[in-house]
């Protein structure tokens, strides 16, 4: 009796290899959902992490679109007593053309006695950069001897905006004009200074609005479409 009585605790103790297996199994699935919610997480952390980086650089672009515009015109030739004979290097034309995805003027942005011919341009695609639609500045010291518009065909541009959502179809290109008054300026498909009806357009502006639209390449993970970042606006005005 002694004997069978110990032998049935010795069968008794422990667990069996079925309820081992279904414990790895519960325990599996425990984890498995555990480290799915973690993936989520990171998922949309980098997410969120981009998403900030592109506002950043939206604000940043602002800021530096709306100095530089403010800047536009200066230093005017009126500053100079005898400003008739002055080379025109020395004095800034202001704004010289204006398009929904582009715009160009001169101005002194540095403040160290030197103009500058500023473009901001939007490029739709660029085989060398993957971040494109894109909105890039140029900035070149101005040539007295050549055209202010078509005179700087090898401008050297920096990408500011990466990932701008395409505009052909919106409401509002890149680049908005208005009067004075808050009317819209038409620029159709774009005006310069190089017509007479070009820059008479060109003298109604006294404001311009730059509209971006940013979208991240990163796919939400929850959507899993890409994520539009936002929409951000600046309206500058031409101080000179």
Excluded: W
């Excluded at 422990?14 to 279904?22: A, C, D, N, P, Y």
């Excluded at 200066?74 to 034309?93: D, H, I, V």
């Excluded at 409401?171 to 008054?181: I, K, L, N």
């Excluded at 994520?227 to 031409?238: D, H, K, Q, Y």
């Amino acid at each position: 009796m002694k004997r069978s009585a110990t032998s049935q605790k010795r069968g008794e103790a422990g667990f069996s290899l079925i309820e081992l297996g279904i414990s790895m199994l519960i325990l599996v699935i425990v984890m498995g959902a555990v480290f799915s919610q973690i993936n989520q997480i990171q998922k949309k952390t980098k997410v969120e992490s981009l998403k900030l980086d592109l506002t950043q650089e939206s604000r940043e672009f602002m800021d530096q679109f709306a100095r530089d515009l403010h800047m536009s015109g200066y230093p005017t030739s009126k500053m100079y007593q005898n400003f008739s004979g002055l080379p025109s290097s020395n004095y800034a034309l202001g704004l010289v053309m204006a398009k929904p995805s582009e715009l160009r003027f001169e101005a002194d942005i540095v403040g160290d006695g030197t103009v500058y011919s500023v473009s901001y341009k939007y490029f739709a695609s660029d085989v060398n950069d993957p971040n494109c639609p894109c909105v890039r500045r140029a900035v070149t010291p101005k040539d007295s001897t050549v055209n202010p518009v078509t005179g700087y065909p090898n401008a050297v541009y920096y990408t500011e905006i990466q990932n701008v959502i395409d505009p052909t179809g919106m409401a509002q290109g890149v680049f908005t004009y208005f009067q004075a008054s808050g009317d819209s300026v038409d620029v159709g498909s774009g005006v310069d200074i190089n017509s007479a009806a070009g820059q008479a357009t060109i003298q109604q502006i006294d404001a311009i609005k730059a509209n971006l639209n940013t979208r991240s390449l990163q796919f939400d993970p929850h959507t899993g479409q890409r994520t539009v970042v936002n929409s951000m606006a600046t309206i500058a005005e031409l101080e000179n």
